[in-house]
């Protein structure tokens, strides 16, 4: 490797994991990293804390969260909303993606396709769903294992 190709990989940014919000939820308020509690936000919250880099919820109600942010519990997911609702949370989310994500920044979404589908088509270039296409329980199994398999 020559020493530009060095400088800039060690420049580079680390990846941000985009994650995504779950049903289950205590019934008070929580920071959003503790207030979802299924098993499958559970095991993504471990997972990408071993990984050391960044993380945001997509959040069908709040839009882009910080796992810090202290929010209420609430009922909506993008399952329940129609195709232009679907839209609008996906330029929003977009809209605060650009304001606190480095561009240059790769991103790792662990979400299924209700909640893909909105922001791919402008974040596909920087871009990675590495569960895509597999069962719930694939998954569970996928971020069980240590994150230098990937």
């Known amino acids: 490797m020559d020493r530009e190709a060095v400088l800039e990989e ?11 919000c779950a049903a289950a939820k205590l019934d008070h308020a929580a920071e959003a990293r503790d207030l979802y509690i299924s098993p499958w936000f559970r095991k993504a919250r471990a997972y990408v804390e071993r990984t050391g ?14 796992p810090g942010a202290v929010i209420e519990p609430y009922d909506a997911t993008l399952g329940k909303m129609g195709a232009p609702a679907r839209r609008l949370w996906g330029a929003r989310v977009l809209d605060e993606l650009a304001r606190v994500v480095d561009v240059a920044a790769p991103l790792i979404v ?4 209700s909640y893909r589908a909105p922001l791919w088509p402008s974040i596909a270039p920087r871009a990675a769903a590495p569960m895509e296409g597999l069962a719930i329980g694939e998954q569970l199994a996928w ?8």
């Open 143 to 150: 971020l069980s294992r240590p994150t230098a398999d990937i």
């Open 110 to 113: 662990l979400a299924g396709r």
């Open 53 to 66: 880099s960044p993380w945001l919820i997509l959040s069908a109600k709040h839009g882009l969260i910080a």
């Open 10 to 20: 060690a420049s580079a940014p680390l990846p941000v994991y985009l994650v995504a």
